[in-house]
């Protein structure tokens, strides 16, 4: 059975060790894992979102999910990501895509391309990153849908 939850104490640990399970992922910030939401089938996680705040905006860090979860769940997993930012006081989610079936999940969730030339993340502009012939998406997330 699918659950949705957001992270505490007692899944850090479980959280960390999925996430690591992904070979593109060397290593986990906590204080980004801190605000991850979980999906759980049973007792194991099958999905996570995590954003990291910049000011009054998120940046998803962290999307990783298995095959198995459908539409709904991932609807829903977002839909509890961004109830989460907004408690946070966040009022806009950021997302870096170089894969064009991720980039259209985005699309279907709302998220817009954005022009990236004058963006910076951190005190660095986005054209000078590593991925920075990536797209950037925003979603506005201030007004509950």
Excluded: Q
């Excluded at 999906?39 to 998120?58: Q, R």
């Excluded at 991720?102 to 022009?115: K, Q, V």
């Amino acid at each position: 059975m699918f659950k949705i939850e957001k992270i505490d104490v007692n899944s850090m640990e479980k959280a960390k060790k999925f996430l690591l399970s992904v070979p593109s992922i060397k290593e986990v910030d906590e204080n980004i894992l801190k605000k991850a939401t979980l999906v759980y089938d049973d007792d194991s996680i099958v999905g996570a979102i995590s954003y990291e705040i910049y000011n009054s905006v998120g940046l998803i860090r962290y999307f990783v999910f298995k095959k198995i979860l459908n539409d709904t769940f991932i609807n829903e997993l977002f839909y509890n990501m961004e109830n989460n930012a907004r408690e946070d006081n966040l009022d806009k989610m950021f997302c870096v895509v170089n894969d064009k079936t991720i980039e259209n999940l985005f699309s279907s969730l709302g998220f817009e391309i954005i022009e990236k030339e004058n963006l910076y993340i951190d005190e660095d502009l986005f054209s000078t990153l590593e991925y920075k012939n990536s797209n950037v998406m925003i979603k506005d997330i201030s007004i509950v849908a």
